[in-house]
């Protein structure tokens, strides 16, 4: 398939505490063959002793156990580890819980950009798709990849498939649009894959099956977002302020919400809420046609990203920085989990597997795909 490296495992397994609480020592007898986080004095149990504070322990970065890898821990937040760097901007990141996949893309020169994904188990990068420098998106279904080709010069724009394991001399076109990308993610279903396609004066929303692509209703000047949760397909119109949701199915378009302030980033989370981005504020409302007890989750400005997965509420800044919370109470329980060691990145992206929050940092000397453990 080409090229591979090994970036060490997908897993983190906990070590034992470097910073223990005052009396500490050899051990605190009250954590002594008791579990790990078991409430003790004052703190947690964390490998025999009493932690008062998980700040700055790589190896304890915020909670017992959570190792930040090769990367440093400030405050209670991961350095991101570098899985792979790129010589042009990385632009999507998707997962199938097995491998994590992206595209680097906007460059000029067909040899620096590509399809790559790396396992989460062995934590090998491998070239799915080298020196194809407008794939800007790519996302598996069970065997077959889906693959988003921003008008590349020797295909045109179109939507394409191949064996998510032999990909290189086996694509297939399914669609052909203009500009097709991932905004800023692709999604799917079992039997679609949802993005956005630019028109040359619209923003609209496509579909794509095995038996071809077609376009819905939905256009923006500026910019759309994606996203689905296996009924509906749900997408959001910065210009208008409306998110609209329309059924897989019979194709009924419903306005989900209207009268929003450049409504962005919806996500479909598996706790049955959409969430966007809205003037300053990650919100959410009940999963369906119309939106249902919506509510602010949390203030936070310069928002690139966001994604909602086990009950955790994870979103990305412009400066690289990862924040986690419990939607439920976000304001109560919101920390940051990673940074960027650049910490000048402007178009990003994450993607949340498993065990880990991989996320991008394009700045204008760095294009590197990162990760932290959750």
């Known amino acids: 398939m080409g090229t591979t490296k090994s970036v060490g495992s997908g897993t983190t397994t906990a070590s034992s505490a470097t910073g223990q609480s005052e009396g500490g020592g050899g051990g605190a007898p009250e954590c002594s063959g008791v579990a790990d986080g ?41 350095a991101g580890e570098e899985v792979d760097a790129a010589q042009e901007e990385i632009a999507s990141l998707e ?17 620096v950009g590509g399809v790559k994904r790396v396992n989460l188990s062995s934590g090998i990068v491998q ?5 194809t420098y407008l794939y800007n998106g790519a996302i598996p279904r069970g065997t077959t990849l889906f693959i988003t080709d921003y008008e590349e010069q020797q295909n045109g724009g179109g939507v394409y498939t191949c064996p998510k394991d032999n990909c290189e001399g086996n694509l297939m076109p ?51 977002s994606v996203t689905t949760d296996g009924t509906r397909a749900y997408w959001s119109s910065v210009t208008s302020g409306t998110i609209v949701a329309r059924h897989l199915t019979s194709g009924t378009e419903t306005t989900f919400a209207s009268g929003l302030d450049s409504p962005w980033l919806v996500a479909a989370g598996d706790d049955g809420n959409l969430y966007w981005y809205e003037d ?26 966001l994604r909602e997965r086990d009950g955790t509420l994870y979103w990305l800044t412009g400066d690289g920085a990862v924040s986690a919370c419990d939607p439920d109470d976000c304001a109560g329980t919101a920390q940051a989990i990673a940074f960027s060691p650049a910490s000048t990145s402007a178009n990003t992206v994450m993607i949340v597997t498993p065990a880990e929050v991989y996320f991008t940092e394009n700045s204008p000397s760095s294009h590197r795909l990162l990760r932290v453990p959750r």
């Open 38 to 78: 078991t409430a003790c004095p004052g703190g947690t149990c964390c490998a025999g002793d009493c932690r008062t504070d998980y700040a700055d322990d790589p190896e304890n970065c915020g909670t017992c156990g959570r190792a930040c890898g090769s990367g440093d821990c400030q405050g209670v937040a991961c």
């Open 95 to 111: 997962t199938d819980d097995i491998d994590v996949y992206w595209a680097s893309a906007g460059g000029t020169s067909p040899t």
């Open 127 to 131: 070239d799915v798709l080298p020196n």
């Open 174 to 224: 399914i669609g052909t649009f203009t500009w097709p990308y991932a905004c800023p993610h692709l999604w799917v279903t079992s039997d679609l894959v949802i993005g956005c396609a630019w028109t040359g004066t619209n923003v609209v929303p496509f579909r794509c099956s095995l038996q071809g692509c077609d376009t819905w209703s939905g256009a923006d000047p500026s910019k759309l």
């Open 280 to 305: 300053g504020r990650i919100r959410r409302a009940t999963l369906g046609p119309q939106q249902a007890n919506t509510a602010d989750v949390i203030g936070v400005l310069g928002v690139r990203d």
